[in-house]
């Protein structure tokens, strides 16, 4: 017996169909070649393929019948257009019309077989992947091979290396996993990856309060030299380059945050008041200098466009430095812990805070020291971010010449006493 299908289901399919129909023939309404498919075309598809799909729902004779005589009718239609040449003299060789007609063919049987979402997905994402030819081809243009590379080697980090490694502790002087080593590194390098690509490929990042948000992202440390070097260089960008340092402060909060949640969902809700109410206040502090550092029309014609204040992530140095700092990080921390309890944490978060803090917070968050309760970690964690912001007030006063950033250096010094009043409150003191 013929299943029936649910209403939900027919009406998903033929509003899917005629969606993507009317993106079809949008996309090619000012060719002049004619091509199979379209607003009419690609509902009835989908619906010879749906009842094709319910007469046999086990062996799908009938509906791969169907599949083979669409393909045989487009592989005739796409001889003809290959043989033909475009405006350029180019041959057309382009597949998206056969596969957008298989796509609404499958499209039936996907959307009364499968979760509706799973139809959904396909159609909007075969839509975007239509509409967006220009803007994806541009992108091809300008990407370089060495950033295909390495996307393909972030996919071997992720893919292959991580599930490889054992996710049992190696050593007795840390609980840390190999596992949990690399996804960290993982995790980090995600988060600053996605910024350094946006500053690199995405003209509005280039500067301005963008640059220096993004530049939160990646290393708020790297952002203040930059900004206060060009305070220093640039005396019509002085107060905007004062915001920016504070905004690119402001998202590091945000960012520790974020990848404390993925790792300590518990440790993620203790800090959530803490950090946001401090990612706040340096929100109003940023708009502040914002609101008096709009600068003259003549100011406005020589802002210097400033190059992406990072590196590329994934690329062998810093990913081994960033492990090996995450493994040290880990036996000092335990160490620590052993040898003088909560005081020996706090000791160490600020002194991490002249270095790189990642490792720190990421060794707290999971579970790298034993014993020690939630509200200690949380303390620690703010306290190596104070301690980060004060090295970063001495950046912004050094590199700057002094008064150039001395509001910003000002506004990180007043954000770390904050965070070590905090810190101190949240462990009882």
Same mark, same amino acid.
């Given at each position: 017996?013929?299943?029936?299908?649910?209403?939900?289901?027919?009406?998903?399919?033929?509003?899917?169909?005629?969606?993507?129909?009317?993106?079809?023939?949008?996309?090619?309404?000012?060719?002049?070649?004619?091509?199979?498919?379209?607003?009419?075309?690609?509902?009835?598809?989908?619906?010879?393929?749906?009842?094709?799909?319910?007469?046999?729902?086990? $062996?799908?004779?009938?509906?791969?019948?169907?599949?083979?005589?669409?393909?045989?009718?487009?592989?005739?239609?796409?001889?003809?257009? #290959?043989?033909? $040449?475009?405006?350029?003299?180019?041959?057309?060789?382009?597949?998206?019309?056969?596969?957008?007609?298989? $796509?609404?063919?499958?499209?039936?049987?996907?959307?009364?077989?499968?979760?509706?979402?799973? #139809?959904?997905?396909?159609?909007?994402?075969?839509?975007?992947?239509?509409?967006?030819?220009?803007?994806?081809?541009?992108?091809?243009?300008?990407?370089?091979?060495?950033?295909?590379?390495?996307?393909?080697?972030?996919?071997?980090?992720?893919?292959?290396?991580?599930?490889?490694?054992?996710?049992?502790?190696?050593?007795?002087?840390?609980?840390?996993?190999?596992?949990?080593?690399?996804?960290?590194?993982?995790?980090?390098?995600?988060?600053?990856?996605?910024?350094?690509?946006?500053?690199?490929?995405?003209?509005?990042?280039?500067?301005?309060?963008?640059?220096?948000?993004?530049?939160?992202?990646?290393?708020?440390?790297?952002?203040?030299?930059?900004?206060?070097?060009?305070?220093?260089?640039?005396?019509?960008?002085?107060?905007?380059?004062?915001?920016?340092?504070?905004?690119?402060?402001?998202?590091?909060?945000?960012?520790?945050?974020?990848?404390?949640?993925?790792?300590?969902?518990?440790? #993620?809700?203790?800090?959530?008041?803490?950090?946001?109410?401090?990612?706040?206040?340096?929100?109003?502090?940023?708009?502040?200098?914002?609101?008096?550092?709009?600068?003259?029309?003549?100011?406005?014609?020589?802002?210097?466009?400033?190059?992406?204040?990072?590196?590329?992530?994934?690329?062998?140095?810093?990913?081994?430095?960033?492990?090996?700092?995450?493994?040290?990080?880990?036996?000092?921390?335990?160490?620590?812990?052993?040898?003088?309890?909560?005081?020996?944490?706090?000791?160490?978060?600020?002194?991490?805070?002249?270095?790189?803090?990642?490792?720190?917070?990421?060794?707290?968050?999971?579970?790298?020291?034993?014993?020690?309760?939630?509200?200690?970690?949380?303390?620690?964690?703010?306290?190596?971010?104070?301690?980060?912001?004060?090295?970063?007030?001495?950046?912004?006063?050094?590199?700057?010449?002094?008064?150039?950033?001395?509001?910003?250096?000002?506004?990180?010094?007043?954000?770390?006493?904050?965070?070590?009043?905090?810190?101190?409150?949240?462990?009882?003191?």
């Amino acid at each position: 017996m013929i299943p029936a299908p649910s209403p939900i289901s027919v009406a998903l399919l033929l509003g899917l169909s005629f969606f993507l129909g009317l993106a079809y023939e949008d996309f090619f309404a000012h060719s002049d070649q004619k091509r199979p498919g379209g607003v009419r075309t690609f509902p009835m598809l989908a619906l010879a393929g749906g009842m094709l799909y319910l007469f046999d729902p086990a $062996h799908f004779i009938p509906f791969t019948g169907g599949l083979i005589v669409l393909g045989a009718w487009l592989a005739v239609y796409y001889r003809e257009l #290959a043989a033909e $040449h475009d405006d350029t003299g180019e041959p057309n060789v382009g597949l998206v019309v056969p596969v957008l007609n298989v $796509h609404a063919y499958l499209l039936g049987a996907v959307a009364l077989a499968l979760p509706p979402w799973l #139809a959904v997905a396909m159609t909007v994402t075969s839509v975007l992947l239509l509409t967006g030819r220009e803007q994806l081809h541009a992108l091809a243009q300008r990407l370089e091979m060495k950033e295909i590379v390495t996307a393909g080697e972030f996919l071997i980090l992720t893919g292959i290396v991580l599930p490889l490694l054992p996710n049992h502790p190696v050593t007795t002087l840390t609980a840390i996993t190999p596992r949990q080593v690399w996804l960290a590194l993982v995790v980090v390098c995600t988060f600053s990856y996605v910024s350094y690509l946006a500053q690199r490929y995405w003209a509005a990042a280039a500067g301005g309060l963008w640059m220096a948000a993004l530049g939160g992202l990646y290393s708020s440390t790297a952002t203040t030299v930059v900004l206060a070097r060009q305070a220093k260089a640039e005396p019509a960008l002085r107060r905007q380059a004062q915001a920016g340092i504070t905004l690119a402060t402001t998202i590091m909060y945000l960012r520790i945050l974020a990848i404390i949640a993925i790792f300590n969902a518990v440790l #993620a809700r203790q800090l959530m008041l803490p950090l946001g109410g401090l990612a706040l206040a340096g929100f109003l502090i940023c708009a502040l200098q914002y609101w008096y550092a709009r600068p003259a029309p003549q100011a406005a014609k020589a802002q210097a466009v400033p190059a992406p204040v990072s590196r590329n992530p994934l690329e062998l140095g810093p990913a081994v430095v960033f492990a090996l700092l995450f493994i040290v990080t880990s036996l000092v921390s335990s160490r620590a812990t052993a040898e003088f309890g909560a005081a020996g944490i706090y000791a160490l978060a600020a002194i991490v805070g002249i270095t790189d803090i990642d490792p720190f917070v990421l060794n707290l968050a999971q579970g790298g020291t034993t014993g020690v309760t939630n509200i200690t970690l949380a303390a620690a964690i703010l306290i190596a971010a104070s301690s980060n912001n004060i090295l970063k007030a001495l950046y912004a006063t050094c590199f700057a010449g002094g008064k150039a950033t001395a509001g910003s250096a000002a506004a990180l010094v007043l954000l770390a006493i904050a965070g070590v009043g905090v810190a101190l409150a949240t462990a009882g003191f």
